[in-house]
Each structure stands twice: as C-alpha cells, then as structure tokens.
T-cell receptor
Framework: AQSVTQLGSHVSVSEGALVLLRCNYS??????LFWYVQYPNQGLQLLLK??????LVKGINGFEAEFKKSETSFHLTKPSAHMSDAAEYFC????????????FGKGTLLTVNP | NAGVMQNPRHLVRRRGQEARLRCSPM?????VYWYRQLPEEGLKFMVY????????ESGMPKERFSAEFPKEGPSILRIQQVVRGDSAAYFC??????????????FGNGTRLTVT
C-alpha cells in the first residue's frame, strides 16, 4: 500500500528563517506529488504539484519543492518565513496516476514566531 | 467565483442519529469527491461521484455511509446511526475533469461532525 510520511508533526521557525517541511513517499510507480496548505477552519489549498519534467517545482506564496527519486522525498521549502505562513501543511501522492485518489500524510503544523 | 461550498460548517449529533453533509461543487465542475480527516490523521479518500453516478466508493465504509450527487442540487454524504468514531472533518472537493493532472481538486472548508 502506498504511504506518505511527514517527518515532524510540528515545526516552529522564526520569522525570516528558512522553512523546511519533510515528506517521503512510497510508490511502486512514478508518483505524482502534491503539497496542500490548510489554514485554521478552512479547506485545503493546493500549494504546488509535481507530475513529470523539472524536479524543482515552484508554487504559490514563495514555496518550492524538489522531487528526489533516489531519496523518495518531496520536501517543501521557503527561504524566508512570514507570519502568514502559519498553517498545517499536507503532502500527498496519487494512486495509480489518477488525480483524485490522493494519499495524504498526517500533516505538519508550522508555527512562525515573531 | 464561489468555491466549493459545504454546509453545515459544524454539526453535532447524538449517537444513533443521522448526519447529512452537503456539498455544492465549484461552478463548471461535475466531479465531486469526499474525504474524511480523523483527528491527527491525514485526509482519506471516501468516494468519487459524477452527476447521478458513483464512480469509486472504495474508501467508503460498507455500512451506514452513503453518498449521492443528484442531477439537481448538491452532493450529499449521509451517515446513519452515527457513532463516536464518526467524529471527524469531512471535506468535499470538486474538479472539472478526472484523471487529468491539470485539473487539481478544489477543496471546500469542510464539515466538522461531532458525535456526542
């Protein structure tokens, strides 16, 4: 069965510091990978996705992620954290190449300290 | 341009009651998906529907849960005889197409069900 592992259920950074949220996937076929953000009491918003092609993917709000097949990783980064980045972040992969049957990680709660 | 609309935002039911969760997809979207988020867990796929058809219900519990997406009106996720373990956030998503990676899912704000 496919799985997504997010290392660290809670990450705390200072404003202006680097944000690094880790995600490892397991898939027997080439995966399609996604990062979603969930602000309090809101739905999930797509940050970025990797399908094929360039392994460094840029998303909204200055986030980017790099697909590393050798490490089965898709870590999310942002050079400089902003207070508005405080939210829960979910990494996800698809099953069998479809777009709708996403397997999600348990999420990482990011807090940003002033 | 309204997004995916779910109601109610919060729903409290006593054990044994029925819960009905509604989802109106984004304008122009004909594909609806329901996901469930249990406490401290990631979202898990439940069911995928198109108008008047259930396409994939492989993630739906076999008993007490049902879903529909009628020709007119919102999609409904129905949970009969709720139990405490049904307490979760239920998210609906929609897309204009399926299996196409250029049409990502758009999620609603969720319905938080609490069973007392």
């Amino acid at each position: 069965a496919q799985s997504v592992t997010q290392l660290g259920s809670h990450v705390s950074v200072s404003e202006g510091a680097l944000v690094l949220l880790r995600c490892n996937y397991s898939s027997s076929v080439p995966p399609y990978l996604f990062w979603y953000v969930q602000y309090p009491n809101q739905g999930l918003q797509l940050l970025l996705k990797y399908t094929t092609g360039a392994t460094l993917v840029k998303g909204i709000n200055g986030f980017e992620a790099e697909f590393k097949k050798s490490e089965t990783s898709f870590h999310l980064t942002k050079p400089s954290a902003h207070m508005s980045d405080a939210a829960e972040y979910f990494c996800a992969q698809t099953s069998g190449g479809s777009n709708y049957k996403l397997t999600f990680g348990k999420g990482t709660l990011l807090t940003v300290n002033p | 341009n309204a997004g995916v609309m779910q109601n109610p935002r919060h729903l409290v039911r006593r054990r044994g009651q029925e819960a009905r969760l509604r989802c109106s997809p984004m304008k122009g979207h004909s594909h609806v998906y329901w996901y469930r988020q249990l406490p401290e867990e990631g979202l898990k796929f439940m069911v995928y529907l198109q108008k008047e058809n259930i396409i994939d219900e492989s993630g739906m519990p076999k008993e007490r849960f049902s879903a529909e997406f009628p020709k007119e009106g919102p999609s409904i996720l129905r949970i009969q005889q709720v139990v405490r373990g049904d307490s979760a956030a239920y998210f609906c998503a929609s897309s204009p197409g399926t299996g196409e990676l250029n049409s990502p899912l758009h999620f609603g704000n969720g319905t938080r069900l609490t069973v007392t």
